[in-house]
């Protein structure tokens, strides 16, 4: 009897946490492809998604460490409407 190991990017719930926030410009122009490359490379999850301008960007991506990204981005600028989803929760009819 064979046991199959579920690969995390199969795994719907491989990253729990949808984090969602605003990153206003604080001193120096923000650069979404910047923020986009160093969240990749730094912090495990998937669905990223990083959009705006020099002013203002917005970022979504799903995590198992939100702290990270929001340590991260309150480095880059200004961080507003913070939102951290617990997917699983959610799943299970609770409140996320």
Same mark, same amino acid.
């Given at each position: 009897?064979?046991?199959?190991?579920?690969?995390?990017?199969?795994? $719907?719930?491989?990253?729990?946490?949808?984090? $969602?926030?605003?990153?206003?410009?604080?001193?120096?122009? %923000?650069?979404?492809?910047?923020?986009?490359?160093?969240?990749?490379?730094?912090?495990?999850?998937?669905?990223?998604?990083?959009?705006? /301008? !020099? /002013? %203002?960007?917005?970022?979504?991506?799903?995590?198992?460490?939100?702290?990270?990204? %929001? !340590?991260?981005?309150?480095?880059?600028?200004?961080?507003?409407?913070?939102?951290? !989803?617990?997917?699983?929760?959610?799943? /299970?009819?609770? $409140?996320?």
């Amino acid at each position: 009897m064979s046991m199959s190991s579920i690969d995390a990017e199969d795994d $719907q719930f491989a990253y729990r946490y949808d984090t $969602q926030l605003l990153i206003d410009r604080r001193d120096k122009d %923000l650069d979404e492809d910047e923020i986009a490359d160093y969240i990749t490379e730094n912090i495990e999850g998937n669905s990223l998604i990083a959009a705006g /301008d !020099e /002013d %203002l960007i917005k970022i979504h991506f799903h995590t198992n460490e939100p702290w990270k990204v %929001l !340590e991260y981005c309150n480095m880059v600028g200004e961080i507003y409407d913070i939102v951290v !989803e617990d997917m699983i929760r959610q799943s /299970d009819g609770k $409140q996320g």
